[in-house]
């Protein structure tokens, strides 16, 4: 599901999300995920490309939020990659993507 005007509305994200969660139950990360995408869709965010690949990252990112990057609790790197139809690097690099335009992670920027 490609996005067509780059700003996608909540019903868009949220078939996605249901459908991933319907195949791997985690309630809190559900709620969590649905709270943060409210605050996403506040700010001023374009989503080029697959919405898929946004959703992935939406979801890696909130549960990895305070913590080192380590996936999705439950779900293998593959399983991930597989019920967003997205490659794992894609996940990685929207969620980081989201955390910078959340204010999670500051933006890297000139020579370190």
Do not use: H
Not at 24 to 47: H, I, Q
Not at 64 to 90: K, Q, W
Request: hydrophobic share 40%.
């Amino acid at each position: 599901m490609t996005t067509q005007n780059n700003k996608p509305d909540f019903a868009d994200f949220q078939s996605i999300i249901e459908v991933f969660f319907a195949k791997y139950p985690n309630d809190d990360l559900r709620a969590r995920t649905f709270g943060v995408l409210m605050e996403l869709l506040e700010t001023d965010a374009t989503y080029r490309g697959d919405l898929r690949g946004w959703v992935g990252g939406l979801v890696y990112a909130v549960n990895n939020d305070g913590r080192f990057p380590c996936g999705v609790d439950g779900v293998s790197n593959r399983e991930l990659s597989e019920a967003f139809g997205v490659r794992i690097e894609t996940i990685r690099t929207r969620a980081a993507t989201i955390k910078q335009k959340l204010g999670w992670m500051p933006k890297l920027t000139g020579n370190l």
